[in-house]
């Protein structure tokens, strides 16, 4: 009876330990897509940023005379310097979406495991 009590008690010491391990790793990785997303708000501002900056190359290029603006030396730059940023915040969206695919599956291969271990329980 106490050989059973103590397994009891480490099984289920085991099971809380093991869901309080869970919680503090997703709640980490929760942590890190807060940054990545402070991460994404700053790119937004470059990205606005570079995009008026593109319109007022396209801009000065057609007031000086350009035909066709976009083949001009400057405006070229602020295209790579969009697409740069772009690049960038794209990443980012990709780092998120991993982060939240290990969030999802992280206890799911846990319970799984722990259900298989379960032995059947007999009617009557």
Same mark, same amino acid.
């Given at each position: ?6 397994? $009891? ?66 405006? $070229?730059?602020?295209?790579? $310097? ?35 271990? $379960? ?6």
């Amino acid at each position: 009876m106490n050989q059973e009590a103590k397994e $009891k008690t480490g099984k289920g010491l085991k099971t809380v330990l093991s869901y309080t391990g869970i919680f503090i790793l997703n709640t980490w990785r929760r942590m890190l897509i807060l940054g990545r997303k402070l991460i994404l708000c700053y790119h937004a501002q470059r990205r606005r940023r570079a995009f008026r900056q593109l319109g007022r190359q396209v801009f000065q290029s057609h007031m000086e005379g350009e035909v066709n603006p976009m083949l001009t030396e400057g405006v $070229k730059d602020a295209v790579d $310097k969009a697409r740069a940023v772009n690049d960038a915040k794209d990443w980012q969206y990709r780092a998120i979406s991993v982060l939240r695919e290990k969030i999802r599956t992280a206890g799911a291969a846990k319970v799984a495991a722990r259900e298989e271990e $379960k032995p059947p329980e007999e009617a009557g």
